[in-house]
């Protein structure tokens, strides 16, 4: 089992709506979580960072932790053609410096 | 947020010559840098974490004596990648922590594109 796992997509979600991105994690003691965004032939930018069980938001943005069931995921409202991207999840194993990230998720809003 | 610099961002060379990135955290120091590799359409994929003063600690499958990494001080980590072949073309990305942070959110830099002729 990979230790970060996320659909590789493309999600194609209209203008306007809800794009929701999921990501599932092997470690029971990882901690904390981020969400990645990477537009082609760049480097990763940093949407969110979540620690707690729970949601939080941060403008369009919502990031849901359920430690129980291992899995992590964002919310972008209002989605925007410049929301266009690769989406990364990644998590910090637990004891480790490291962030080991998802595959991607290709998020493609259609105007 | 913190600023990680990265150069060169592109380089050409050919096969059997080596090739050096260099990583510099501009506004805050980093005990720990890390180097990671991208393919097209895949995911980041760490090769090593770089410890300023000591040796880097190589992932599995990583090839430490291709892949030199020296990281001399708090704000420079070096990436080597001796003998360049084809196949090592790659996007290569460096990130680092604030050790003053305790966000503990990794700042990349803006990634090397190395092709190999």
């Known amino acids: 089992q990979k230790e970060v796992e996320q659909n590789s997509g493309p999600l194609s979600v209209p203008e306007g709506a809800i794009a929701s991105l999921n990501c599932t994690y092997s470690?029971?003691?990882?901690?904390?979580f981020f969400w990645y965004r990477q537009y082609s032939g760049k480097s990763p930018e940093l949407i969110m960072s979540?620690?707690?069980?729970g949601d939080k938001e941060d403008g369009r943005f919502t990031a849901q932790l359920n430690k129980a069931s291992q899995y992590v995921s964002l919310l972008i409202r209002d989605s925007q053609p410049s929301d266009s991207a690769t989406y990364l999840c990644a998590v910090n194993p637990e004891g480790a410096q490291k962030l080991v990230f998802g595959q991607g998720t290709r998020l493609t809003i259609n105007p | 947020g913190a600023v990680v610099s990265q150069h060169p961002s592109w380089v050409i060379c050919k096969s059997g010559t080596s090739v050096k990135i260099e990583c510099r955290s501009l506004?805050?120091?980093?005990?720990?840098m890390f180097w990671y590799r991208q393919f097209p359409k895949q995911s980041l994929m760490l090769m090593a974490t770089?410890?300023?003063?000591?040796?880097?600690?190589?992932e599995q499958g990583v090839e430490k004596d291709k892949f030199l990494i020296n990281h001399a001080s708090l704000t420079l980590s070096t990436l080597t990648v001796t003998s360049a072949h084809p196949e090592d073309s790659s996007f290569y990305i460096c990130?680092?922590?604030?050790?003053?942070?305790?966000?503990?959110?990794?700042?990349f830099g803006e990634g090397s594109r190395l092709t190999v002729l």
């Open positions: 770089s410890n300023e003063g000591s040796k880097a600690t190589y």
């Open positions: 979540i620690y707690s069980n």
């Open positions: 990130s680092a922590r604030d050790v003053g942070s305790n966000t503990g959110e990794l700042f």
């Open positions: 506004d805050f120091q980093a005990t720990t």
């Open positions: 470690d029971r003691g990882s901690q904390p």
